[in-house]
């Protein structure tokens, strides 16, 4: 019943910008912590941003001096990439905590190349 939709991938040359979106949809009263995660091809996915209901936000090492978690209201998600790097490029999840279950979206494709 929980449908959690990303929005805003593309192609960007490096150094450049894009802003990834996250909508919740369905029953939803509350979330605990939302979070982006993501997974380049041979590789496992990581978390790369999570921010909880009080706000309070964690950042991987990699990417925690250009990206920025952030939330709206209670069902939408963002997450700002500035100085883009080509190692940035991999399929980007929402991840949602909701009533202690775990629901994420289909992801979006960020590719960083010249």
């Known amino acids: 019943q929980v449908l959690l939709v990303e929005s805003g991938g593309g192609l960007v040359e490096p150094g450049g910008s894009l802003r990834l979106s996250c909508q919740a949809s369905?029953?939803?009263?509350?979330?605990?912590?939302m979070g982006w995660y993501r997974q380049a091809p041979g590789k496992e996915r990581e978390l790369v941003a999570s921010?909880?209901?009080?706000?309070?936000t964690t950042y991987a090492d990699s990417v925690k001096s250009r990206f920025t978690i952030s939330r709206d209201d209670v069902k939408n998600l963002f997450l700002q990439m500035d100085s883009l790097k080509p190692e940035d490029t991999a399929v980007y999840y929402c991840?949602?905590?909701?009533?202690?279950?775990?629901?994420w979206g289909q992801g979006t494709q960020v590719t960083v190349s010249a």
């Open positions: 921010i909880s209901s009080g706000g309070d």
């Open positions: 369905g029953s939803i009263f509350s979330i605990y912590r």
């Open positions: 991840r949602a905590l909701i009533s202690g279950s775990d629901y």
